[in-house]
């Protein structure tokens, strides 16, 4: 990795200028130039380091809301808490989604109906697990029940337990009668308490985060999942109460396989990988569950090689022409297949670079018969560029006119600039924004397969907005690439994920910091996952109390 651990990080306070287009969108970043740079201004030079305990100047202590696990973060610790257990398949109330994300911390509010899915999922648990296989011993005494609330409550309530608490449960335990029953109850009851449902980070004396909650916000955050019994070793130990104890975990954390799982969540949500699995596509093209889950298996398994295994930069989730391929995948990119399952190939890269001409994103961003320049347009504006776009007005009518009324051929391009903004109606105003960015990608029919006709008319995927003129989508993703604004808003989704929804942590220092870290430095996708779990404002947060 191109992380050199042991010399510790350095963060730059630098403020960006910030400016908002005016009308359909409000979103951070400024006018790009034609070389994909944002009009932006530095100012401050923070002397914060890393490796110390210093919080850098200007940050400032921030609430930190009670964060309810998310449905992935449920699953996936109950699967750590529980190894070798047989799970019930889970099946609960659908999180909210904000900007994207599943694991927001004001959307994560308890119902009836998720509080009874958690008891039924508590029970069934229960009811199946060999006890015996969670600690060190299995008598049917006093002494025993002790060891076993505090073994097992450290790890489900990923710190210690008080001693009320300790004998609220060795109560519990006796109540069962045998050390089986006694355990499953202990163990259905530990799973239903909001000490192992949620993640409150209420600090220690000096209002900071305890070395518990720094484990658990770091493993949350890298891994997705509970801190492992090394974390919580280490904060029993003291050991992260220091930047420099962290840093020593983060290295680990970062060369765990756990790590996979962490990224490809935040890039999943980020990206709307799984949205490619609920899209119809003509009976022709053979699309079912099976290929749909190839087209998002491929973007995934590019995603983690190209960024985390292969230590590339952020640019390269962009501009990679090294795509993951099996058979179904192959012939969409037009390129030999492999023997069996999945292996690399180089292809065109005048036609395929990077994520956005992946079939995933292509193919769930368009209509069973054609390609949706509007959807394909939201998308990059939203989720590259941090440039959400409103919704159309109230009242207005969305729906396309049939292109076989059109008295004469059309391209996909031509058809919906006559529906969207030929006549200069109230849509125009946003779909001057939303249509350049999604005629881009006009090369691409509705299964993510480059063309260069359609509908026997050559494809125009040229255009200029914000700044930028291109031929195409290829070439629009290299400026892309290049520009602070998708650094930036690399930057914010990272921070949104990573702290459930408070991109503003620290006052907006961590943002400061890290956009003008990565726009200085060709920071590799590794570093940038560590600069941000290094942050002394994420590790060691100072807190604002109540009374504040």
Request: glycine fraction near 10%.
């Amino acid at each position: 990795m191109r992380m050199q651990p042991g010399h510790g990080w350095v963060w730059t306070a630098g403020v960006l200028a910030v400016s908002t287009l005016v009308g359909c969108y409000g979103g951070r970043g400024g006018q790009l130039d034609a070389a994909g740079e944002t009009e932006s201004e530095s100012g401050g030079d923070g002397d914060g380091d890393g490796a110390d305990d210093q919080i850098p100047e200007g940050c400032e202590a921030t609430h930190a809301p009670i964060r309810r696990l998310s449905h992935t973060e449920y699953a996936n610790t109950l699967r750590d808490l529980l190894p070798g257990a047989t799970l019930p398949a889970i099946s609960l109330a659908a999180d909210p989604r904000v900007r994207g994300f599943s694991n927001n911390a004001g959307a994560l509010t308890p119902s009836d109906l998720l509080t009874r899915q958690y008891y039924e999922v508590a029970r069934s648990i229960a009811r199946n697990l060999d006890v015996t296989s969670l600690a060190s011993c299995s008598s049917n005494t006093a002494s025993c029940h002790a060891d076993f609330v505090r073994d097992f409550g450290r790890r489900a309530f990923r710190r210690p337990l008080r001693s009320d608490e300790v004998d609220t449960f060795v109560a519990l335990f006796a109540a069962g009668g045998s050390y089986e029953v006694g355990a499953r109850l202990v163990v259905q009851a530990m799973l239903q308490s909001p000490d192992f449902l949620y993640r409150p980070e209420l600090g220690g004396e000096n209002r900071t985060l305890t070395g518990y909650e720094t484990a658990s916000r770091l493993s949350y955050f890298l891994w997705a999942t509970m801190p492992d019994d090394a974390l919580l070793d280490a904060a029993e130990a003291g050991e992260l109460d220091s930047l420099a104890g962290v840093q020593s975990h983060v290295e680990r954390m970062l060369l765990d396989d756990k790590l996979r799982d962490g990224v490809l969540v935040f890039h999943r949500e980020w990206l709307d990988l799984e949205r490619i699995r609920n899209v119809m596509k003509l009976e022709e093209e053979g699309f079912d569950a099976a290929f749909a889950a190839s087209m998002q298996e491929s973007a995934e398994r590019f995603v983690w090689d190209r960024l985390f295994a292969d230590d590339g930069s952020i640019r390269d989730l962009l501009v990679s022409t090294q795509i993951p391929v099996d058979a179904n995948m192959a012939a969409l990119f037009g390129v030999d297949p492999p023997a069996q399952g999945w292996h690399t190939a180089t292809v065109d890269g005048t036609q395929h670079a990077g994520i956005l001409t992946q079939p995933a994103v292509l193919a769930s961003h368009a209509y069973a018969g054609y390609p949706s320049p509007v959807l394909r347009g939201v998308f990059v504006l939203d989720r590259v560029l941090c440039t959400p776009v409103s919704p159309p007005p109230p009242g207005v009518d969305t729906v396309l006119p049939d292109p076989d009324e059109s008295p004469e051929p059309l391209t996909n391009r031509q058809w919906y600039e006559n529906a969207t903004t030929a006549k200069g109606n109230q849509c125009a105003a946003c779909h001057n924004l939303i249509n350049p960015v999604g005629y881009a990608f006009e090369h691409y029919d509705s299964m993510g397969r480059h063309r260069e006709l359609d509908n026997g008319m050559p494809v125009d995927a040229s255009g200029t907005v914000m700044g930028l003129e291109y031929d195409d989508g290829v070439d629009l993703s290299a400026q892309i690439a290049s520009s602070d604004r998708f650094r930036g808003c690399v930057v914010d989704n990272w921070i949104t994920y990573a702290t459930g929804g408070n991109a503003a942590l620290g006052g907006g220092c961590v943002q400061d910091d890290l956009r003008q870290t990565l726009i200085d430095s060709d920071m590799s996708a590794v570093e940038l996952v560590a600069a941000l779990a290094l942050h002394p404002m994420f590790s060691r947060a100072p807190l604002v109390s109540e009374e504040e």
